[in-house]
């Protein structure tokens, strides 16, 4: 599987993104998909995920009633809407699918920058 993010950018306090992930390869074996985010001098964090059998959805508690996860299988697209963007939001986002095949298997995209700045 691999994974190529887009949609970053650099956005005011109050703003919003759409950021996505573009899925290719082994599509039919991926379970679960996930964003990330890094801000600078910390550690990577689990923003949102969503199960694919299901679409059921989680945040975490920084970003819930401000950011959506969805997904659109026709174009093998998962997508993460970002309303009222905060400075703390700045990172480098990562959006990761759990997929497998013999095995359970973790990839990872290249990353987008999101800066939230006035």
């Known amino acids: 599987v691999q994974l190529v993010e887009s949609g970053g950018g650099l956005v005011q306090p109050g703003g919003s993104l759409r950021l996505s992930c573009e899925a290719s390869g082994s599509i039919s074996s991926v379970y679960g998909m996930d964003w990330y985010r890094q801000a600078p001098g910390k550690q990577r964090e689990l923003v949102a995920s969503?199960?694919?059998?299901?679409?059921?959805?989680r945040y975490a508690d920084s970003v819930k009633g401000r950011f959506t996860i969805s997904r659109d299988s026709a174009k093998n697209t998962m997508y993460l809407q970002m309303n009222q963007l905060k400075p703390e939001d700045t990172a480098i986002y990562y959006c990761?699918?759990?997929?497998?095949?013999?095995?359970?298997?973790?990839?990872w995209g290249q990353g987008t920058q999101v800066t939230v700045s006035s």
């Open positions: 990761r699918a759990n997929y497998y095949l013999d095995e359970c298997k973790t990839a």
């Open positions: 969503i199960v694919i059998r299901t679409d059921t959805t």
